[in-house]
């Protein structure tokens, strides 16, 4: 975890992230262990998340605190009876 982190902060600091475009490059993060699956709803783990969530974005997601809030989904409606859900996609 902790050379991921340390890749992480080189490459905003090396390639400049929060100022402008910047050129082509190669960003390359150490795990300390395989990932799981590149199946995004299966056989879980933190190595898992941190490739295969790069990859794929969820409905929703989970905040700092834990609660539920829209990623790809504007909005979303549950029916009366809590059997049907509704997202409302946002724009691209």
Do not use: W
């Not at 902790?2 to 795990?31: D, E, H």
């Not at 905040?63 to 996609?89: H, N, Q, R």
Request: avoid cysteine; charged fraction near 20%.
């Amino acid at each position: 975890m902790r050379k991921t982190s340390q890749a992480i902060v080189t490459a905003v600091i090396g390639f400049g992230f929060a100022g402008g475009p910047a050129g082509a490059a190669t960003l390359r993060a150490y795990l300390d262990a395989d990932i799981r699956s590149t199946d995004p709803g299966v056989n879980r783990d933190g190595n898992t998340d941190g490739v295969v969530l790069h990859m794929v974005e969820g409905l929703v997601g989970y905040d700092a605190k834990g609660l539920v809030k829209p990623l790809l989904a504007e909005s979303v409606a549950v029916s009366p009876d809590g059997l049907t859900y509704t997202f409302k996609l946002r724009r691209a």
